[in-house]
């Protein structure tokens, strides 16, 4: 990253016209250049493209504004295209140029579905982390000097610790979420506000001394498989080993074929090019489909497809294995058959009937502060607001919905208590509208008493 003494200077270059091709993140966007011809927004689908946090936007949509002003090209470019780029471009509003084969020749990988549902549990009644088709790929592939790579969008070593006299999990003070187990420091860890503990003798709700650790991420993955497969080399590559060793260092070592399998999270999934990887396995496909979001399909889709890509990108022909509990989903379905139109086609109709991007567009107003009953208490004057406007614009004929104020999915994050409401219509203009009534009625000010904070997001990237 650069130093905001760097920023400064680039951006002095770039403002006297002394650079003609700009390269960055979300910000770039922004970029003084003169004369503009071209933009280009790689992996377009990409959440980081919105800005959560100060002022909110999406650095997509508003290349598109810029290049609409400017008069120039925009590329966006994606192998798994978000679903509101792919329906413009099926409205008219773009081309749609498309690559059916992969720009080296090599043929796409094979993919199996494995439902973890069939496979055996084992005598601690745990099913294993690999089925016995994983693990005997994985084992062939490594036998034959090839590569592996295994995929687990969790970090850690267990993703909870829980009280097998109460069933409560030992949660994060505060956060609404469970702590997730690190062995390499004996430490209990929240993965949203980084709060870490020592691992409790006994359990804070009941007192019993059952605590059992559940649930896996990528360290014990790679705990467990280097004691049942002590000859095999093997490389993490998640948030944790990459504030360590370093990304680059990781990804050059498993380049340079100094490990056979490398384990990590979506980290392993962003475009990187190793020749040797025959086989990838995604140890769980499910994670993405249990939150409470609409998205959650595509990016469930995106993700599949993306780290099916780093199979086969050499001479040898690359092979899938996915494992899931919901083998019949549609998302899992049409990844597994490198099939974008399958899985655009099945999404953009349930979309369509809920009135979700791209047939609707939404507006989030979110309440957060210290003190619940005073999150309610501005959350209900907001809702009142909305019943009145509602009223008011009941004889236009775009209709809006409002959905709440009900409590966030994720309730409390760093001592912040969360509440939202959901405004949602197939009209821009119309949603606009009753949102500044809504506003304007409830006396909208983004610091309320008691350090409540109303957040206004517009196209908001998630609803957790």
């Given at each position: 990253a650069l130093t905001e003494g760097?920023?400064?200077?680039?951006?002095?270059?770039?403002?006297?016209?002394?650079?003609?091709?700009?390269?960055?993140?979300?910000?770039?966007?922004f970029a003084p250049l003169r004369d503009l011809g071209f933009i280009v927004v790689d992996e377009e689908h990409d959440s980081s493209f919105k800005q959560d946090v100060g002022v909110r936007y999406n650095?997509?949509?508003?290349?598109?504004?810029?290049?609409?002003?400017?008069?120039?090209?925009?590329?966006?470019?994606?192998?798994?295209?978000?679903?509101?780029?792919?329906?413009?471009?099926?409205?008219?509003?773009?081309?749609?140029?498309?690559?059916?084969?992969?720009?080296?020749?090599?043929?796409?990988?094979?993919?199996e579905i494995i439902d973890m549902s069939d496979v055996d549990k084992g005598v601690d009644g745990q099913r294993p982390l690999l089925s016995p088709s994983l693990r005997v790929a994985l084992e062939s592939v490594v036998s034959e000097g090839e590569q592996a790579i295994l995929f687990l969008n969790r970090r850690g070593h267990s993703t909870s610790v829980i009280c097998g006299q109460c069933g409560e999990p030992v949660n994060c003070p505060h956060c609404d979420v469970s702590l997730t187990y690190h062995r390499r420091h004996a430490r209990l860890r929240c993965h949203y506000c980084d709060y870490s503990q020592d691992m409790p003798s006994t359990c804070p709700s009941c007192e019993s001394t059952e605590l059992m650790l559940r649930g896996a991420g990528t360290e014990k993955l790679v705990d467990k498989l280097s004691e049942e497969l002590s000859d095999f080399r093997f490389l993490r590559l998640d948030r944790d080993t990459a504030s360590g060793r370093g990304v680059q260092e990781i990804i050059e070592g498993f380049r340079s074929h100094r490990a056979d399998v490398l384990v990590g999270t979506q980290m392993v999934t962003k475009g990187h090019d190793f020749p040797r990887v025959t086989l990838v396995?995604?140890?769980?496909?499910?994670?993405?489909?249990?939150?409470p979001d609409f998205r959650s399909g595509e990016r469930t889709f995106q993700i599949l497809a993306q780290v099916a890509g780093r199979a086969g990108r050499?001479?040898?022909?690359?092979?899938?294995?996915?494992?899931?509990?919901?083998?019949?989903h549609q998302s899992?379905?049409?990844?597994?058959?490198?099939?974008?139109?399958?899985?655009?086609?099945?999404?953009?109709?349930?979309?369509?009937?809920?009135?979700?991007?791209?047939?609707g567009y939404l507006i989030a107003l979110r309440f957060e502060g210290p003190d619940i009953a005073l999150v309610r208490e501005v959350a209900s004057r907001y809702e009142r607001?909305?019943?009145?406007?509602?009223?008011?614009?009941?004889?236009?004929?775009d209709r809006t919905l409002i959905v709440g104020p009900t409590e966030a999915p994720l309730a409390k994050l760093k001592d912040q208590h969360r509440w939202q409401m959901l405004l949602r219509s197939k009209s821009r203009q119309a949603l606009r509208a009753l949102t500044a009534r809504v506003l304007s009625?409830?006396?909208y000010s983004r610091q309320e008493k008691g350090a409540v904070t109303v957040i206004v997001d517009v196209d908001p990237g998630n609803l957790l």
């Open positions: 760097e920023r400064y200077d680039q951006w002095r270059q770039i403002s006297r016209g002394e650079v003609r091709v700009v390269i960055g993140a979300r910000s770039a966007v650095a997509r949509d508003l290349a598109l504004v810029r290049g609409q002003r400017e008069g120039c090209t925009v590329v966006l470019g994606s192998a798994t295209p978000s679903l509101e780029s792919y329906q413009r471009a099926m409205d008219g509003k773009g081309s749609y140029i498309e690559l059916k084969k992969r720009p080296t020749g090599q043929a796409l990988p094979s993919v396995g995604v140890v769980l496909a499910d994670t993405a489909l249990r939150l050499g001479d040898s022909p690359g092979r899938v294995i996915v494992q899931t509990y919901l083998p019949r899992i379905i049409a990844a597994a058959q490198h099939d974008f139109a399958r899985f655009a086609t099945f999404e953009l109709e349930a979309r369509k009937e809920q009135g979700f991007p791209p047939f607001a909305a019943q009145i406007a509602t009223t008011e614009f009941a004889g236009t004929e009625l409830a006396g």
